[in-house]
């Protein structure tokens, strides 16, 4: 596999079966580097504790508490960890008990490609 792109991480499977060895570049990297952020808490990595943001703390919460804190939680944790993107917002939802969606708007910084962009994050605790 030959890599080209200046921006690309490998692909974070979601299925079982998913292969091991996918690349995601330009636009997808920057969507799943946002996605890392929003689901990995702080503290969860020893050799980078502060990074990431703690979205998920705020799931078991009621919603008038949760839907202001994850929103903070991953903008926060987005404009300090994720220097590549420029956000416009971030919208979050209540789907269900312990659950919640967020839809992060934002474009490439340094980047030709002005358009917003849309990632989403569903957040609920584990079962």
Request: glycine fraction near 4%; charge should be negative; proline fraction near 7%.
């Amino acid at each position: 596999m030959v890599l080209d792109p200046l921006h690309w991480q490998i692909k974070l499977a979601q299925e079982d079966d998913a292969p091991w060895n996918e690349a995601v570049e330009g636009l997808d990297d920057l969507a799943q580097a946002i996605r890392i952020i929003c689901l990995t808490p702080k503290l969860s990595v020893p050799t980078e504790p502060e990074q990431f943001c703690d979205a998920l703390s705020y799931i078991d919460r009621v919603p008038a508490k949760a839907i202001p804190g994850i929103s903070k939680e991953i903008w926060e944790g987005i404009t300090r960890w994720e220097p590549r993107v420029l956000l416009d917002r971030v919208d979050v939802e209540q789907l269900g008990l312990a659950y919640f969606a967020a839809s992060i708007f934002w474009r490439p910084r340094s980047d030709v490609l002005s358009d917003i962009q849309r990632t989403d994050v569903d957040l609920m605790r584990a079962e």
